[in-house]
């Protein structure tokens, strides 16, 4: 019987402690990143009191469309709270509005070539990836980046509205990769 009484108080305390973190993630601004693109850990979302700029690193929620339905299809995203249904992402702004993106085997922004930004034409299944041409970012968007090579980002996808953007994204307990 003790061991029954025991085996329910534990089940109950973990289940409580789960409930807490989720609470503390929906209120408290906590994300679980679990992807490559940044390390792995939890980040926090911090108020953008301002218009984004090259530099920032931000959670964004991905709008519904076509490509973020290819990426959730492929496990590149994973479902989550934004309104499309998928979970937010974590990137840095790389381009805003006005400025001139080129998209060829590399990212050149304004000219300069942007680091670590080859663009592959495969997954690392074999499948073919969608490619951005490039052009002016639009009024209202931003291009995204993140220096982790196999990374869903802009390069494939396009600029993305800055209304999308929950907030900057700062590490609380990541684990280096």
């Known amino acids: 019987m003790r061991q029954r009484e025991f085996a329910i108080r534990a089940l109950t305390m973990g289940a409580a402690l789960v409930v807490a ?3 503390a993630g929906l209120w408290g601004g906590f994300r679980l990143n679990l992807t490559s693109s940044y390390p792995v850990g939890i980040w926090r979302i911090e108020p953008l009191d301002r218009e984004a700029a090259v ?8 709008p519904d469309a076509a490509a973020f339905e290819l990426g959730f299809e492929r496990g590149y995203l994973l479902r989550g ?16 509005a006005g400025q001139e993106v080129n998209v060829t ?23 073919i990836l969608p490619k951005f041409p490039g052009g002016t970012v639009p009024p209202g968007f931003v291009f995204l980046h993140s220096d982790f090579g196999g990374s869903y980002d802009s390069r494939y996808f396009g600029p993305l509205p800055a209304s999308g953007i929950l907030g900057l994204a700062h590490p609380v307990l990541v684990f280096s990769q």
Not at 55 to 62: A, T
């Open 81 to 96: 709270m934004c309104p499309s249904g998928l979970g937010p992402l974590i990137k840095t702004v790389v381009a805003v």
């Open 21 to 23: 973190i989720a609470c």
């Open 55 to 62: 530099g920032d690193r931000v959670f964004i929620c991905p």
């Open 105 to 127: 085997q590399n990212v050149t922004i304004d000219g300069a070539l942007l680091p670590n930004a080859m663009v592959r034409l495969a997954d690392a299944e074999g499948r």
